[in-house]
């Protein structure tokens, strides 16, 4: 079979993802070690173990998230080793990157702590992008953990970012200028599509009403001295967001959009510690 009738079969197969012709180019490209531009010019060639790419095209029928397959997601314009039992980096989540750069304008050499640090993005990317900057990230899952640690290594950023086997911030000492978090918020009745319930249900589910974990991180954020919070949350959560930290006396509370308009996190400033 050749490269250009394997790939019509495989774009066939995987008809009801959003765009088959770029998964099966992307899954033949893992397949074959190559680079798209390289499938352009081989298409007349005959393709080697086609066994072996329709196993990864079967995977994907099966639902199974496309980066998984890969073994990689791109974050920030950057590719990142992701595996089965930590959550997929979502572009959203780069508007948290963002918003945790706005706050720390002005700071040279920021002390951050991320809670649920996952495969790593928020904080790889903080590190790179403040090149002095010196964050802790816990995890309650090790396969995140070692996952977050692969790509701490691969960006050459390990030296600066700590990562912390422990739930919220146990385990964790200092004074920081910022609390960044993109905590499971989803409501466990939530109903979900197959692809998504493939990942971790502990980076899903915040709980019950989905808010928990993030209310008992803004607790817990108030009572260690760090500056100012900022989190992704759900699109429904704004209100009792606005109460968890009126609760704690933090001011300048701001919330921000994802790209379709809706509330997606938010900022705040946490009351100094005597
Ligand atoms: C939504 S994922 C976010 C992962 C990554 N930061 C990202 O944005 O892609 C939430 C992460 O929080 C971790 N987690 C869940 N409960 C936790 C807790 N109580 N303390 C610390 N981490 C927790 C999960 O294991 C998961 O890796």
Redesign the pocket.
Known sequence: MRIKEALAQARQLLSWVENPQKEAALLLCAHLHEERPWLLLHEEDELKEAQGYFALVSRRQEHEPLEYILGYASFYSRDFCVHSG??V??PE?EL?VDEALALLKGCDAPRIV??????G??SVMLALLLPKAQIVA????QA?LANAQENCVRFGVQERVQLVH???LDGVTGVFDLLVS???YIAQSSLLESHVLCE?H???FGGARGDE?LVELIWRASQINIAAIAC?MGYDQRASMTQALARVGATTISFYHDLAGLDRGFSATLKEKK
Do not use: K
């Open positions: 930590v959550l980096p979502r989540t948290l991320e809670v649920g640090v996952g495969s993005i928020i816990t995890d309650i899952s995140a422990g739930a919220y993109n905590p499971p971790p502990t980076a899903l974990m992704e």
